[in-house]
């Protein structure tokens, strides 16, 4: 099994199967198309996106269900394509990106998850219409967290 050296998580042994494309990269991240999808048992549900370009460069994430258990994702034709095509619900993981900000308030963001096709192992960033959906969904507060240790 490979090896990759990671700046949060130190050196992380991984299958293939771990492997994630994104075709359109990631938007503000768009030169970012393979990243490993980590899900250490220690940091349970949390999955985390580390970016095989950059060690430092790691999204955390958790399954959208997980917040908003009924939720609705929609997919646009473009995001099928990105997907390798139309697949069924349970073909694909709807991943919440999850930001702490400085002031130690974790929010997740529902209204861009990312959208990764199981068995292609191919992943979109998929923004959501529904307004229901917040990019800013508050999960609470970071206990015993300062601004700087919640930012890095």
């Known amino acids: 099994m490979p090896y990759f050296a990671t700046s949060h998580l130190g050196q992380v042994q991984y299958e293939e ?3 994630i494309e994104f075709p359109a990269g990631i938007p ?4 970012e198309v393979r990243f490993l999808s980590l899900r250490p048992p220690q940091h349970a549900p949390l999955v985390f996106l580390q970016s095989l370009a ?3 460069l790691a999204f955390i994430s958790i399954d959208a269900r997980n917040i908003a258990p009924h939720y609705q994702l929609e997919l646009s034709e473009e995001d099928y394509e990105i997907l390798g095509g139309p697949s069924e619900a349970s073909d694909v993981e709807v991943l919440a990106l999850i930001t702490v900000t400085a002031a130690g308030e974790v929010t997740a963001n529902l209204q861009a998850p990312i959208v990764v096709h ?3 192992r191919r992943a979109v960033q998929s923004i959501q219409m529904n307004p229901a959906y917040s990019c800013r969904h508050p999960l609470g507060v970071a206990s015993g967290l300062t601004g700087e240790q919640a930012c890095s």
Do not use: K, M, T
Not at 28 to 31: D, L, P, T, V, Y
């Open 28 to 31: 503000a991240f768009e030169s």
């Open 54 to 56: 950059n060690p430092s």
């Open 17 to 19: 199967d771990c492997l």
């Open 118 to 120: 199981r068995e292609r």
